[in-house]
């Protein structure tokens, strides 16, 4: 964490210039699209040693068709839709399962969570004032427990949303609270803290360095389920022949998150319709 703290220091002190922004990054940015604007994204994942506390399952994860749409709605709005095509583990080891998978062989594949979520701006950035946006979202269960790779579980999402320049470098702040449904007692929930910090080092006009911490963190840290998570992404964004190609690597701070990974993918935005 100190090294973490120290790297996100640095970026905080350089001034060069940026542009819009998301992949490799999970963290939002309080700003909005334009109006009739369509950003999509397509990426593919690839995580080592990812671990499911309810089925018990570690393995390397390949996520294919890493999948967003956020479309500008209104000058305070923006809707954002999100998901895999699918999720492929090849299972390196089961532990004791809570809840046991329903399949035999070393691999087994599934929907990833869609996620459906709305932007609200709250403030531009003036002066010293950061930029302030609303997010509120729902991520709804596609992954099943037969598969091992989901909880069937409806989550609810809620966070403030704040951007800064400092100099020409842009840094990106959410905190939040997440409502996650208890897959192992009946009618319980478990009300946890949701943080990203993000910031761009732009390298050249085309090129940004790109870094975040991004998680989540609950009053019962190992709760079966709801357990705490925490990852670094570093990477880079180019811009070329109309799209942003983006490369990432991650690390997972937690047990259940995955030791090392890589993601990478391609962002294109147009006009789809007028104010």
Not at 1 to 29: E, N
Not at 97 to 121: E, Q, Y
């Amino acid at each position: 964490m100190g090294r973490s703290l120290l790297f996100f220091g640095i970026v905080v002190c350089i001034a060069l210039p940026s542009w819009s922004q998301q992949r490799p990054l999970r963290t939002d940015d309080a700003e909005l699209l334009e109006v009739g604007k369509i950003r999509t994204e397509l990426g593919v994942e690839f995580l080592h040693n990812q671990s499911y506390s309810l089925s018990g399952l570690e393995g390397d994860l390949t996520r294919l068709g890493v999948t967003a749409f956020h479309v500008g709605v209104g000058e305070y709005a923006e809707f954002q839709i999100s998901g895999v095509i699918q999720d492929f583990l090849s299972v390196s080891n089961r532990t004791t399962a809570v809840i046991p998978p329903s399949f035999d062989g070393n691999s087994t594949h599934d929907f990833g969570d869609l996620v459906l979520g709305t932007k609200l701006k709250l403030a531009r950035e003036s002066g010293r004032r950061p930029a302030f946006a609303f997010k509120f979202a729902v991520e709804l269960p596609n992954a099943k427990h037969d598969s091992g790779l989901g909880t069937d579980q409806t989550e609810f999402y809620a966070s403030i949303l704040l951007s800064k320049r400092i100099a020409k470098a842009r840094i990106l702040g959410n905190v939040g609270l997440a409502i996650l449904g208890n897959p192992v007692v009946i009618g319980r929930q478990a009300d946890v803290l949701t943080y990203g910090l993000a910031a761009l080092l732009p390298l050249k006009s085309r090129i940004n360095l790109v870094a975040e911490i991004n998680g989540r963190k609950g009053p019962n840290p190992q709760r079966v389920g709801n357990e705490d998570q925490s990852q670094m992404r570093l990477g880079v964004q180019l811009l070329a022949g109309g799209l942003r190609w983006d490369m990432g690597g991650v690390a997972g701070f937690k047990k259940y998150d995955p030791d090392s990974g890589l993601a990478v993918g391609i962002t294109y935005v147009f006009k789809a319709f007028h104010k």
